[in-house]
T-cell receptor, first 119, second 118 residues
Framework: GENVEQHPSTLSVQEGDSAVIKCTYSDSASNYFPWYKQELGKRPQLIIDIRSNVGEKKDQRIAVTLNKTAKHFSLHITETQPEDSAVYFCAATRTLRYAGGTSYGKLTFGQGTILTVHP | KAGVTQTPRYLIKTRGQQVTLSCSPISGHRSVSWYQQTPGQGLQFLFEYFSETQRNKGNFPGRFSGRQFSNSRSEMNVSTLELGDSALYLC?????????????????FGPGTRLTVL
């Protein structure tokens, strides 16, 4: 099955610096890669995602890059702010298509990165 | 639209008991997935339901089961609870409908049910 490795496990930066979190996956058939942010005591929230037909995607201060050949993808946060402090999870899945719909259910998550942004 | 809801939010059980957790997806969403979150194992996939049928299953023992109703609401059941089943159980829903080249697949998580087994 799919295996996702995430690094680093903890990341501490100063406000305004950039933060980069990296993930590698094992299943070359994986084609959907979301990133979730989870604040303490709250639910995971999707912050950005990328599909295998795209190499890079950006949304304001957040960007994700994907290297299918090397089977790794990365989250980049620029101009970090204290409110960016949270646990970040990467995930990977292979599209499965069923009659009448498409399933993306079986997300395999990385172990998470605790990001701390110091004011 | 209301988000994904889960009930109950907190649950305390003793070893050997069974428990049923409920998840109501976002209106119109057809796929519901369940995940177990623990400090040691992180987020692990349990199973996914689509159109009342289990489509995917993770590596959990048969004590973990689930079902989905015609209105897409889902329940998961854990029988013969063990101490190691203490965790946050999250469900996520997605539209999971392909329309031409457009696929809406984002998974939205509920707040979770915190299960403590004593």
């Amino acid at each position: 099955g799919e295996n996702v490795e995430q690094h680093p496990s903890t990341l501490s930066v100063q406000e305004g610096d950039s933060a980069v979190i990296k993930c590698t996956y094992s299943d070359s058939a994986s084609n959907y890669f979301p990133w979730y942010k989870q604040e303490l005591g709250k639910r995971p929230q999707l912050i950005i995602d990328i599909r295998s037909n795209v190499g890079e995607k950006k949304d304001q201060r957040i960007a994700v890059t994907l290297n299918k050949t090397a089977k790794h993808f990365s989250l980049h946060i620029t101009e970090t702010q204290p409110e960016d402090s949270a646990v970040y999870f990467c995930a990977a899945t292979r599209t499965l298509r069923y009659a009448g719909g498409t399933s993306y259910g079986k997300l395999t998550f990385g172990q998470g990165t605790i990001l701390t942004v110091h004011p | 639209k209301a988000g994904v809801t889960q009930t109950p939010r907190y649950l305390i059980k003793t070893r050997g008991q069974q428990v049923t957790l409920s998840c109501s997806p976002i209106s119109g969403h057809r796929s519901v997935s369940w995940y177990q979150q623990t400090p040691g194992q992180g987020l692990q996939f349990l199973f996914e339901y689509f159109s009342e049928t289990q489509r995917n299953k993770g590596n959990f023992p048969g004590r973990f089961s689930g079902r989905q109703f015609s209105n897409s609401r889902s329940e998961m059941n854990v029988s013969t609870l063990e101490l190691g089943d203490s965790a946050l159980y999250l469900c996520a829903s997605s539209l999971a409908v392909a329309s031409g080249r457009s696929v809406t697949d984002t998974q939205y998580f509920g707040p979770g049910t915190r299960l403590t087994v004593l």
